[in-house]
């Protein structure tokens, strides 16, 4: 049975994270405290133009200030698509280790533990770093080449190590141990408040680090009987963490590395309003340009607008479809072979060199896996290899250098919760370092206006904002400037 945040705990001072004066008498949280929204970040400032170098390692020091020094249970850091979450953490797990501090890591899936006792065990070769699994889910055969990094199923054989990492899940079997001092948990945002409940008691104070555009945490079962209440067990991490805890520290990551200047203001404004943020390059700093000239076709326009802008938006004609449309998944494959064909070329300052855009740095990206699928299949027979295709959740937290984007409500007859999900739309329109391009079938912009909220309102759960409907309108006023008609 599900319990409510407990009281009492583990760790001193009373339990993991106690309620605090933001539940009211019905039991149900208040919107957790913003901290106020900073001036347009990036904007003049009375000390010159925007520096984004300087305003990451600003940010990063108070975040740091906050996890060494601070009294505070924990603190919260928001990030935006691309800002250096895994440097923050690494970061972060040495300074608290050459602290003296014992330390635990929390991630979501094993691939993100891999990843980041690799980064951890690559920046620290002398780290003692621990990295605990279960028996049927081994580590990745590459951390073997960190002779400081230990791999057991055993929390005990690895409580010596200054830094031990796991999955929530694998924590949760984590019993009867004396607690750890800090704890730091990535992708916070996307950690369920039962997963967070059930690993509280293993450390005093933590570090919680993620994107709130991101796709909201995901349930295998429904959960409306408990949408609104204090302890709702779906509910996200951060948000249950702060409902209850108002207080606590909040920072934000101010620049994106990985979004161009042609992108960073678009997520940003649809995705991001309340943590602003601006790209880590100004205009120019990345190109996109093709060794091979365009034929004039509705393929190679679209291409060279998203090469000179960022974006680029494919308008098959207005249709209801069915969910694996075959002209869409058509358009697709083709663009992408096109983009090989063209022998795609990056540049990236201050390289004045260009890179070859490879069908690794290719990401192609849908709402469902069964249309992934069949642009697996469409590129299998263009004899396309190496692309990244799959669907937003499995694509999240990943980074190419042009992405392909089947909109999620292209030819649909509906405009679903599913399909109207901010963060999905967030994921697919953020994965890329010089250029986004969408194919999608004319009127969207009518279904939209067309879909009534049918969504039934529930007391005390903070309303989303902004919610689908909204970033959607943003994104596709934005993408009507750079559209292309195609007839396949």
């Avoid at 358009?331 to 983009?339: F, H, K, P, Q, S």
């Amino acid at each position: 049975m599900i319990q409510p945040v407990p009281s009492t705990g583990a760790a001193a001072g009373g339990g993991p994270y106690p309620p605090g004066p933001a539940d009211d008498s019905s039991g149900a949280p208040r919107e957790p405290s913003r901290p106020k929204e900073p001036s347009a970040p990036g904007g003049p400032s009375a000390e010159g133009p925007f520096d984004p170098g300087r305003a990451a390692a600003e940010a990063t020091a108070a975040i740091l200030a906050s996890t060494l020094r601070g009294t505070e249970r924990g603190v919260v850091v928001d990030s935006p698509p691309g800002a250096g979450k895994s440097t923050l953490v690494v970061r972060a797990a040495r300074e608290l280790a050459a602290a003296g501090e014992s330390l635990m890591i929390v991630a979501q899936t094993n691939a993100q533990v891999d990843d980041l006792a690799d980064r951890l065990a690559t920046a620290d070769p002398d780290l003692p770093v621990g990295r605990l699994h279960g028996t049927d889910s081994p580590p990745d055969p590459a951390l073997d080449r960190h002779p400081s990094l230990a791999k057991s199923t055993s929390v005990a054989e690895l409580r010596d190590r200054a830094v031990v990492i796991a999955t929530a899940a694998k924590w949760a079997y984590v019993k009867d141990v004396e607690p750890w001092r800090h704890a730091i948990v990535d992708e916070a945002y996307q950690m369920r408040s039962d997963a967070l409940l059930q690993v509280a008691g293993l450390f005093e104070r933590a570090l919680f680090v993620g994107d709130p555009g991101q796709l909201d945490p995901f349930s295998v079962v429904g959960a409306e009987q408990w949408a609104g209440l204090s302890w709702d067990p779906s509910a996200s991490a951060v948000v249950t963490l702060l409902a209850h805890n108002p207080g606590l520290p909040q920072h934000r990551l101010p620049v994106s590395w990985r979004l161009p200047a042609s992108a960073a203001p678009l997520v940003s404004r649809a995705f991001y309003p309340y943590t602003p943020f601006r790209s880590g390059t100004g205009p120019g700093d990345r190109r996109l340009g093709f060794g091979v000239r365009g034929d004039g076709g509705g393929l190679d326009r679209v291409l060279d607008e998203a090469a000179e802008s960022g974006w680029g938006l494919l308008e098959l004609p207005a249709r209801h479809t069915p969910r694996t449309d075959p002209e869409a998944v058509r358009a697709v494959a083709l663009l992408v072979r096109r983009l090989l064909d063209r022998g795609g070329l990056t540049y990236s300052a201050p390289d004045p060199d260009p890179a070859p855009l490879t069908a690794e740095r290719i990401a192609v990206g849908t709402a469902h896996r069964d249309q992934a699928a069949a642009v697996r299949a469409a590129l299998a027979a263009l004899g396309v290899l190496g692309v990244a295709v799959d669907t937003a959740n499995r694509l999240q937290g990943r980074e190419f250098d042009v992405t392909v984007v089947l909109h999620p409500l292209s030819g649909r007859p509906d405009a679903t919760a599913f399909h109207l999900e901010t963060g999905r739309l967030c994921v697919l329109a953020s994965r890329h370092r010089h250029a986004c391009i969408v194919v999608c079938r004319a009127g969207v912009a009518d279904l939209l206006d067309e879909h009534p909220s049918s969504e039934p309102v529930r007391l005390g759960v903070t309303v989303k904002f902004p919610d689908g409907w909204e970033a959607n309108h943003s994104v596709l006023a934005h993408l009507a400037e750079h559209r292309t008609p195609w007839r396949g």
